[in-house]
């Protein structure tokens, strides 16, 4: 069947920084959406988003399959800390997040828009809302 497509979220989360679905997967394969987008987040202990996000124009959930993971709103903490503890926020809310253990979460957010992309250290310092594919 061509519009079936079957993976692993560990393995296929190795590209795109754990994106597995989003406008940044190419023209024509089933991944790809300007609608939604879907994240498999694999987190080390002590692993944190680069900078916070801001200006945010999507609206995510974010769902806890293992570990402890802390989401930071501006004035709020948030602690996901058994499985299946979730949290969702709208546009317009700032955010991080740090892992507290070894963590694997689940991302939705929609619509799915370019412009969120956390730069790498090599790519140069971070200004705005940076540049490039998929975002952690």
Same mark, same amino acid.
């Given at each position: 069947?061509? $519009?079936?497509?079957?993976? $692993?979220?560990?393995?296929?989360?190795?590209?795109?920084?754990? &994106?597995?679905?989003?406008?940044?997967?190419?023209?024509?394969?089933?991944?790809?959406?300007?609608?939604?987008?879907?994240? &498999?987040?694999?987190?080390?202990?002590?692993? %944190?988003?680069? %900078?916070?996000?801001?200006?945010?124009? %999507?609206?995510?959930? /974010?769902?806890? =399959?293992?570990?402890?993971?802390?989401?930071?709103?501006?004035?709020?903490?948030?602690?996901?800390?058994?499985?299946?503890?979730? =949290?969702? &926020?709208?546009?317009?809310?700032?955010?991080? &997040?740090?892992?507290?253990?070894?963590? =694997?979460? /689940?991302?939705?957010?929609?619509?799915? =828009?370019?412009?969120?992309?956390?730069?790498?250290?090599?790519?140069?310092?971070? $200004?705005?809302?940076?540049?490039?594919?998929?975002?952690?």
């Amino acid at each position: 069947m061509e $519009n079936v497509y079957v993976g $692993n979220a560990a393995i296929d989360a190795a590209g795109d920084r754990g &994106w597995l679905l989003g406008h940044f997967k190419p023209l024509g394969d089933l991944r790809h959406s300007d609608d939604v987008e879907i994240k &498999w987040g694999t987190h080390p202990p002590g692993d %944190r988003r680069a %900078r916070w996000a801001t200006g945010e124009r %999507r609206t995510a959930l /974010l769902v806890l =399959i293992s570990g402890r993971f802390r989401v930071e709103l501006r004035g709020r903490s948030v602690l996901l800390g058994k499985q299946g503890d979730y =949290i969702v &926020w709208g546009p317009g809310v700032d955010h991080s &997040w740090y892992a507290e253990e070894e963590s =694997i979460v /689940l991302t939705v957010r929609w619509p799915s =828009i370019p412009g969120y992309a956390v730069p790498d250290a090599e790519d140069g310092p971070v $200004n705005g809302l940076g540049a490039g594919t998929a975002d952690s």
